[in-house]
């Protein structure tokens, strides 16, 4: 059981570049989420998704689309990178099943910079 | 909407002696309240959780933390820190009447225990 794994650990990226973030769980976990974490700021929601191909935004989301075309995964594109994309960014799954309150399992996170 | 505000950028405290990590909340429903802590360059681990019930909950580590309805509160708290307690806690709410699964997450407080 490898919980949420994500890939890479590491990117830099020029401005105007494309890349996806992977984010994969092998817990069978309704909910996914992808986060961002800046200094001083905490962890900001970026989207969610409560199950395959239902998808959703959370405080922050422009700048970045995702899928979710499967149980397992949900990967996170950014179309044109931008120097403020510059962060830590996190995956997370959780059970949902409705009002249940169950808590997030993370990922290690990917750092990205942006020059 | 959801929002929780931790009051405190860091928190220093010597080894030994009782510690509190403060957290304040707002939600429109039932709240379901979380603490998280993150270790330099991992990802956020859970320690606890309230849902109903009992005020105080006991979590992982000797962590414990203290539901307070009337004051909007969480905060965490250990009888006596440690060392390696020393780390980046984050409290989260989701609204409990929803089904989205949504945590939002307060900007998070540095606990530094020293010797």
């Known amino acids: ?115 | 909407a959801q929002s929780v505000a931790q009051p405190e950028d860091q928190v220093n405290v010597a080894e030994g002696n009782p510690l509190t990590v403060k957290c304040t909340y707002s939600v429109s429903g039932n709240p379901y309240l979380f603490w998280y802590v993150q270790y330099p360059n991992r990802g956020l681990q859970f320690l606890l959780k309230y849902i109903t019930g009992d005020n105080l909950v006991k979590g992982s580590y000797g962590f414990e933390a203290e539901f307070n309805k009337s004051q909007t509160s969480f905060h965490l708290k250990k009888p006596s820190a440690l060392v390696s307690d020393s780390a980046l806690y984050f409290c989260a709410v989701r609204d409990g009447s929803s089904n989205t699964g949504k945590l939002i997450f307060g900007q998070g407080t540095t606990l530094q225990v020293k010797p």
């Not at chain 1, 092998?26 to 989420?33: A, I, L, T, V």
């Not at chain 1, 996190?90 to 997030?104: H, L, W």
Request: with cysteine.
């Open chain 1, 1 to 115: 059981n490898a919980g949420v794994t994500q890939t890479p650990k590491f990117q830099v990226l020029k401005t105007g570049q494309s890349m996806t973030l992977q984010c994969a769980q092998d817990m069978n976990h309704e909910y996914m989420s992808w986060y961002r974490q800046d200094p001083g700021m905490g962890l900001r929601l970026i989207h969610y998704s409560v199950g395959a191909g239902i998808t959703d935004q959370g405080e922050v989301p422009n700048g970045y689309n995702v899928s979710r075309s499967t149980t397992e995964d949900f990967p996170l594109r950014l179309l044109s990178a931008a120097p403020s994309q510059t962060s830590v960014y996190f995956c997370a799954s959780s059970y949902s099943k409705g009002t249940g309150a169950y808590e997030q399992y993370f990922g290690p996170g990917t750092r990205l910079t942006v020059t």
